[in-house]
């Protein structure tokens, strides 16, 4: 039995290519979003043209409320 309002989530890796060379710095964001291409996107929407998004796996459900995080919210780790 699935509560309302809470929903799995996806580990999303953000990889940021440093405008002036050198190593890529990657970064790792919680969605409480289960589908991965939503998840993407809701993430993508606020990353500049050097950053590469990509969903890395799921993120449980368990998770999700444990970080306090609603539908469609995302934090930054």
């Given amino acids: 039995m699935v509560c309302e309002g809470m929903t799995n989530g996806q580990v999303i890796l953000v990889t940021t290519e440093p405008l002036e060379g050198g190593s890529p710095?990657?970064?790792?964001?919680?969605?409480?979003?289960?589908?991965?291409?939503?998840?993407?996107?809701?993430?993508?929407?606020?990353?500049?043209?050097?950053?590469?998004?990509?969903?890395?796996?799921?993120l449980p459900e368990a998770a999700v409320k444990a970080l306090g995080l609603k539908p469609g919210d995302f934090m930054h780790r």
């Avoid at 990657?26 to 809701?42: L, M, N, Q, T, W």
């Fill in 25 to 58: 710095i990657r970064s790792v964001y919680f969605v409480a979003e289960g589908d991965p291409a939503k998840a993407e996107a809701i993430v993508a929407a606020m990353m500049a043209p050097n950053e590469r998004v990509e969903a890395w796996g799921p």
